[in-house]
T-cell receptor, first 114, second 111 residues
Framework: DQQVKQNSPSLSVQEGRISILNCDYTNSMFDYFLWYKKYPAEGPTFLISISSIKDKNEDGRFTVFLNKSAKHLSLHIVPSQPGDSAVYFCAASDSTGTASKLTFGTGTRLQVTL | AAGVIQSPRHLIKEKRETATLKCYPIPRHDTVYWYQQGPGQDPQFLISFYEKMQSDKGSIPDRFSAQQFSDYHSELNMSSLELGDSALYFC??????????FGPGTRLTVL
């Protein structure tokens, strides 16, 4: 039962354009969402997060949007750069307990072309 | 800035052998998590510790055990290894409910 889904396994975007990565979740108890970037043979690198009390969080070129009613979040990267090419994982947690585990999506491979 | 350290980075074992993976969290982080990522799969939560006590348990086989020590480092012990245990094992640390920061992972290969 995949509680966090990233329906696009891959995405190709031209350098300088906007990259939009999407994520859907089914568990209504999730209240904290994160995006991680992962290069091969490395651990996931934290990018940006958002709490369910907000609908938008911005950090430099990265913006995360949360639509709670649709149980959907998206990561916008503007402008996209070749160094952004990696696998992006959406993750969610239920922070009501201690040490909230992350439930990951299946990942989207982003390729930024010149 | 100091990151999460995992050792070893690569480990090759035979079936039915035992393996121990170590994780050193970011200084002052009190929570440690273990995840397993199989080939082509997303990371799956195994177990977590908060202030040296087990706080949550995921899909961790009974053959695996883990603990967090007084210096907050953690060890994942895996016994009776099976071919299906071959995977990347990530450790992450956080300060209470803050963002989890991941280590580089240990690649375990069971032959």
């Amino acid at each position: 039962d995949q509680q966090v889904k990233q329906n696009s396994p891959s995405l190709s975007v031209q350098e300088g354009r906007i990259s939009i990565l999407n994520c859907d979740y089914t568990n209504s108890m999730f209240d904290y969402f994160l995006w991680y970037k992962k290069y091969p043979a490395e651990g996931p690198t934290f990018l940006i997060s958002i709490s369910s009390i907000k609908d938008k969080n911005e950090d430099g070129r990265f913006t995360v949007f949360l639509n709670k009613s649709a149980k959907h979040l998206s990561l916008h990267i503007v402008p996209s750069q070749p160094g952004d090419s990696a696998v992006y994982f959406c993750a969610a947690s239920d922070s009501t307990g201690t040490a909230s585990k992350l439930t990951f999506g299946t990942g989207t491979r982003l390729q930024v072309t010149l | 800035a100091a990151g999460v350290i995992q050792s070893p980075r690569h480990l090759i074992k035979e079936k039915r052998e035992t393996a121990t993976l170590k994780c050193y969290p970011i200084p002052r982080h009190d929570t440690v998590y273990w995840y397993q990522q199989g080939p082509g799969q997303d990371p799956q939560f195994l177990i977590s510790f908060y202030e040296k006590m087990q706080s949550d348990k995921g899909s961790i086989p009974d053959r695996f055990s883990a603990q967090q020590f007084s210096d907050y480092h953690s060890e994942l012990n895996m016994s009776s290894l099976e071919l299906g245990d071959s995977a990347l094992y990530f450790c992450a640390s956080s300060l209470e409910f803050s963002e989890q920061f991941f280590g580089p992972g240990t690649r375990l290969t069971v032959l």
